[in-house]
Protein backbone atom coordinates (compact mmCIF):
# COMPACT_ATOMS: atom_id res chain seq x y z
CA UNK A 1 0.00 0.00 0.00
CA UNK A 2 1.08 3.39 -0.85
CA UNK A 3 2.69 5.70 1.53
CA UNK A 4 4.14 9.54 1.62
CA UNK A 5 6.04 10.30 4.55
CA UNK A 6 7.26 13.55 4.59
CA UNK A 7 10.17 15.21 6.83
CA UNK A 8 12.04 18.72 6.83
CA UNK A 9 12.02 21.34 9.06
CA UNK A 10 8.24 23.37 10.39
CA UNK A 11 10.02 26.73 10.84
CA UNK A 12 12.39 28.49 8.40
CA UNK A 13 13.99 32.05 8.68
CA UNK A 14 13.11 34.72 5.70
CA UNK A 15 15.31 34.72 2.48
CA UNK A 16 16.34 31.17 3.76
CA UNK A 17 16.12 28.14 2.21
CA UNK A 18 12.85 25.58 2.84
CA UNK A 19 13.40 22.29 2.27
CA UNK A 20 11.04 19.14 2.43
CA UNK A 21 11.78 15.20 1.58
CA UNK A 22 9.03 13.10 0.92
CA UNK A 23 9.80 9.15 1.03
CA UNK A 24 7.26 6.40 -0.81
CA UNK A 25 6.82 3.35 0.19
CA UNK A 26 4.71 0.58 -0.86
CA UNK A 27 5.90 1.39 -4.65
CA UNK A 28 8.98 1.87 -6.37
CA UNK A 29 9.29 5.54 -7.59
CA UNK A 30 11.61 4.60 -10.94
CA UNK A 31 9.11 1.55 -11.80
CA UNK A 32 5.26 3.29 -10.95
CA UNK A 33 5.22 5.54 -14.43
CA UNK A 34 3.39 8.24 -12.16
CA UNK A 35 4.33 11.24 -11.54
CA UNK A 36 5.32 12.50 -8.02
CA UNK A 37 4.47 16.62 -6.74
CA UNK A 38 4.19 18.86 -4.05
CA UNK A 39 1.26 21.00 -3.56
CA UNK A 40 0.63 23.99 -0.69
CA UNK A 41 -1.86 25.01 1.51
CA UNK A 42 -2.28 28.24 2.92
CA UNK A 43 -4.92 30.59 4.27
CA UNK A 44 -4.93 33.33 1.85
CA UNK A 45 -4.28 31.22 -1.32
CA UNK A 46 -6.08 28.05 -0.94
CA UNK A 47 -4.14 25.10 -2.99
CA UNK A 48 -1.30 25.76 -4.85
CA UNK A 49 0.09 23.01 -7.47
CA UNK A 50 4.32 23.59 -6.70
CA UNK A 51 5.74 21.07 -9.44
CA UNK A 52 5.84 17.99 -10.21
CA UNK A 53 9.11 15.46 -10.77
CA UNK A 54 9.20 11.72 -12.77
CA UNK A 55 11.87 9.67 -11.66
CA UNK A 56 14.25 10.31 -14.57
CA UNK A 57 14.35 14.13 -13.49
CA UNK A 58 11.84 16.03 -15.87
CA UNK A 59 10.16 18.89 -14.05
CA UNK A 60 7.39 20.94 -14.20
CA UNK A 61 6.91 23.79 -11.96
CA UNK A 62 4.38 26.44 -11.54
CA UNK A 63 5.22 29.51 -14.16
CA UNK A 64 4.81 31.41 -10.71
CA UNK A 65 7.29 29.92 -8.77
CA UNK A 66 9.75 28.39 -11.02
CA UNK A 67 12.61 30.99 -10.11
CA UNK A 68 12.46 29.70 -6.65
CA UNK A 69 11.79 25.96 -6.65
CA UNK A 70 13.90 22.80 -7.53
CA UNK A 71 12.57 19.38 -7.06
CA UNK A 72 14.79 16.39 -7.34
CA UNK A 73 14.39 12.52 -7.05
CA UNK A 74 16.96 10.02 -5.29
CA UNK A 75 15.63 6.95 -7.04
CA UNK A 76 18.11 4.83 -4.36
CA UNK A 77 16.50 6.08 -1.67
CA UNK A 78 12.90 6.12 -3.08
CA UNK A 79 12.76 9.84 -2.18
CA UNK A 80 11.85 12.95 -3.40
CA UNK A 81 12.59 16.41 -2.70
CA UNK A 82 11.09 20.11 -2.43
CA UNK A 83 13.56 23.37 -2.23
CA UNK A 84 12.27 26.93 -2.21
CA UNK A 85 14.37 29.61 -1.94
CA UNK A 86 14.40 33.11 -0.73
CA UNK A 87 11.10 32.15 1.28
CA UNK A 88 8.93 35.25 2.88
CA UNK A 89 5.76 35.30 4.95
CA UNK A 90 3.93 34.53 1.57
CA UNK A 91 5.69 30.27 1.92
CA UNK A 92 4.31 29.94 5.10
CA UNK A 93 1.77 26.95 4.31
CA UNK A 94 0.92 23.14 4.71
CA UNK A 95 3.00 21.58 2.40
CA UNK A 96 1.64 18.10 1.04
CA UNK A 97 3.72 15.72 -1.04
CA UNK A 98 1.53 13.85 -3.68
CA UNK A 99 1.54 11.29 -6.01
CA UNK A 100 -0.20 12.81 -9.02
CA UNK A 101 -1.66 10.44 -12.21
CA UNK A 102 0.11 8.31 -14.47
CA UNK A 103 0.79 7.97 -18.10
CA UNK A 104 1.13 11.55 -19.45
CA UNK A 105 3.00 14.57 -18.04
CA UNK A 106 1.61 17.57 -16.55
CA UNK A 107 -1.16 18.87 -19.37
CA UNK A 108 -5.05 18.35 -19.97
CA UNK A 109 -4.85 14.22 -19.63
CA UNK A 110 -2.90 14.21 -16.11
CA UNK A 111 -4.19 15.71 -12.79
CA UNK A 112 -2.59 16.25 -9.57
CA UNK A 113 -2.68 14.75 -6.39
CA UNK A 114 -4.03 10.97 -6.52
CA UNK A 115 -2.75 10.05 -3.78
CA UNK A 116 -1.11 12.75 -0.32
CA UNK A 117 0.86 12.86 2.48
CA UNK A 118 0.11 13.88 6.03
CA UNK A 119 1.32 17.83 4.89
CA UNK A 120 3.77 19.60 6.69
CA UNK A 121 3.01 23.34 7.94
CA UNK A 122 5.95 25.10 7.50
CA UNK A 123 5.96 28.66 9.13
CA UNK A 124 8.58 31.66 7.30
CA UNK A 125 9.17 33.34 10.74
CA UNK A 126 12.64 34.89 12.26
CA UNK B 1 -8.97 35.13 -6.25
CA UNK B 2 -8.92 31.78 -7.89
CA UNK B 3 -9.22 31.51 -11.55
CA UNK B 4 -12.23 28.59 -10.36
CA UNK B 5 -14.93 29.76 -8.79
CA UNK B 6 -16.84 27.99 -5.89
CA UNK B 7 -19.29 29.15 -3.35
CA UNK B 8 -17.83 29.09 -0.33
CA UNK B 9 -20.49 27.02 1.77
CA UNK B 10 -23.03 24.98 1.16
CA UNK B 11 -25.83 23.05 3.62
CA UNK B 12 -28.66 20.83 3.30
CA UNK B 13 -30.44 17.71 5.61
CA UNK B 14 -28.77 14.47 5.74
CA UNK B 15 -29.88 12.09 3.16
CA UNK B 16 -30.64 15.27 0.81
CA UNK B 17 -28.81 15.72 -2.48
CA UNK B 18 -26.28 18.30 -3.02
CA UNK B 19 -24.63 19.98 -5.75
CA UNK B 20 -21.44 22.45 -5.63
CA UNK B 21 -20.95 24.17 -9.06
CA UNK B 22 -17.22 25.13 -10.25
CA UNK B 23 -17.00 27.86 -12.66
CA UNK B 24 -14.28 28.78 -15.18
CA UNK B 25 -13.57 29.57 -18.72
CA UNK B 26 -12.38 28.23 -22.00
CA UNK B 27 -9.32 28.04 -21.06
CA UNK B 28 -9.48 25.68 -17.96
CA UNK B 29 -12.72 23.61 -17.90
CA UNK B 30 -14.42 24.08 -21.64
CA UNK B 31 -11.42 21.86 -23.19
CA UNK B 32 -9.64 19.89 -20.13
CA UNK B 33 -10.86 17.43 -17.30
CA UNK B 34 -11.99 18.45 -14.00
CA UNK B 35 -11.43 16.76 -10.77
CA UNK B 36 -12.79 17.12 -7.40
CA UNK B 37 -11.29 16.63 -4.07
CA UNK B 38 -12.30 16.30 -0.74
CA UNK B 39 -10.93 17.58 2.45
CA UNK B 40 -12.19 16.30 5.44
CA UNK B 41 -11.23 18.62 8.72
CA UNK B 42 -8.03 18.38 9.74
CA UNK B 43 -6.78 16.32 7.05
CA UNK B 44 -4.56 15.83 3.67
CA UNK B 45 -7.03 16.37 1.03
CA UNK B 46 -8.22 13.21 -0.96
CA UNK B 47 -8.70 12.73 -4.71
CA UNK B 48 -13.04 11.84 -5.38
CA UNK B 49 -13.53 12.41 -8.84
CA UNK B 50 -11.26 12.62 -11.90
CA UNK B 51 -11.67 13.22 -15.43
CA UNK B 52 -14.88 14.87 -14.99
CA UNK B 53 -16.80 12.03 -13.49
CA UNK B 54 -14.98 8.79 -12.96
CA UNK B 55 -14.59 7.55 -9.25
CA UNK B 56 -11.49 6.39 -7.93
CA UNK B 57 -11.33 2.82 -6.17
CA UNK B 58 -13.30 2.90 -2.47
CA UNK B 59 -14.93 6.13 -3.19
CA UNK B 60 -18.86 5.59 -2.60
CA UNK B 61 -20.99 5.90 -5.91
CA UNK B 62 -23.10 8.69 -3.72
CA UNK B 63 -20.63 11.08 -5.29
CA UNK B 64 -20.64 12.20 -8.85
CA UNK B 65 -19.43 14.73 -10.99
CA UNK B 66 -20.57 16.23 -14.48
CA UNK B 67 -19.28 18.87 -16.85
CA UNK B 68 -21.03 21.12 -18.98
CA UNK B 69 -19.44 24.42 -21.07
CA UNK B 70 -17.28 26.30 -18.32
CA UNK B 71 -18.34 24.78 -15.39
CA UNK B 72 -18.36 22.17 -13.57
CA UNK B 73 -20.66 20.22 -10.59
CA UNK B 74 -19.75 17.97 -7.65
CA UNK B 75 -23.51 15.83 -6.73
CA UNK B 76 -23.57 14.73 -3.63
CA UNK B 77 -26.70 12.04 -2.68
CA UNK B 78 -27.73 10.47 0.47
CA UNK B 79 -25.67 13.12 2.38
CA UNK B 80 -24.38 11.64 5.45
CA UNK B 81 -22.93 13.37 8.33
CA UNK B 82 -19.08 12.30 7.64
CA UNK B 83 -19.28 14.19 4.25
CA UNK B 84 -18.88 17.05 5.92
CA UNK B 85 -15.97 18.58 4.81
CA UNK B 86 -14.23 20.73 2.13
CA UNK B 87 -14.57 20.34 -1.59
CA UNK B 88 -12.41 21.60 -4.08
CA UNK B 89 -12.13 21.83 -7.90
CA UNK B 90 -9.05 21.55 -9.87
CA UNK B 91 -8.13 21.54 -13.84
CA UNK B 92 -5.57 22.26 -15.97
CA UNK B 93 -5.66 25.73 -17.48
CA UNK B 94 -3.74 26.23 -20.72
CA UNK B 95 -3.45 29.96 -19.91
CA UNK B 96 -0.96 29.39 -16.42
CA UNK B 97 0.31 26.53 -18.01
CA UNK B 98 -0.28 24.13 -14.82
CA UNK B 99 -3.22 22.84 -12.96
CA UNK B 100 -5.34 25.63 -10.65
CA UNK B 101 -8.11 25.07 -7.98
CA UNK B 102 -11.20 26.50 -7.34
CA UNK B 103 -11.35 29.06 -3.61
CA UNK B 104 -12.95 25.03 -2.14
CA UNK B 105 -16.47 25.10 -0.74
CA UNK B 106 -17.59 23.87 3.09
CA UNK B 107 -20.46 21.25 3.21
CA UNK B 108 -22.37 21.49 6.24
CA UNK B 109 -24.65 18.73 7.01
CA UNK B 110 -27.27 20.27 8.82
Known amino acids: QLQLQQSGPGLVKPSETLSLTCTVS??????????WGWIRQSPGKGLEWIGS???????YYNPSLRSRVTMSVDTSKNQFSLKVNSVTAADTAVYYC??????????????????WGQGTLVTVSS | QSVLTQPPSVSEAPRQRVTISCSGS????????VNWYQQLPGKAPKLLIY???LLPSGVSDRFSGSKSGTSASLAISGLQSEDEADYYC???????????FGGGTKLTVL
Open chain 1, 98 to 115: VRDSGGAPPGSSWYPGES
Open chain 1, 26 to 35: GVSISSSGYY
Open chain 1, 53 to 59: IYYSGST
Open chain 2, 26 to 33: SSNIEYNA
Open chain 2, 51 to 53: YND
Open chain 2, 90 to 100: AVWDDSLNGPV
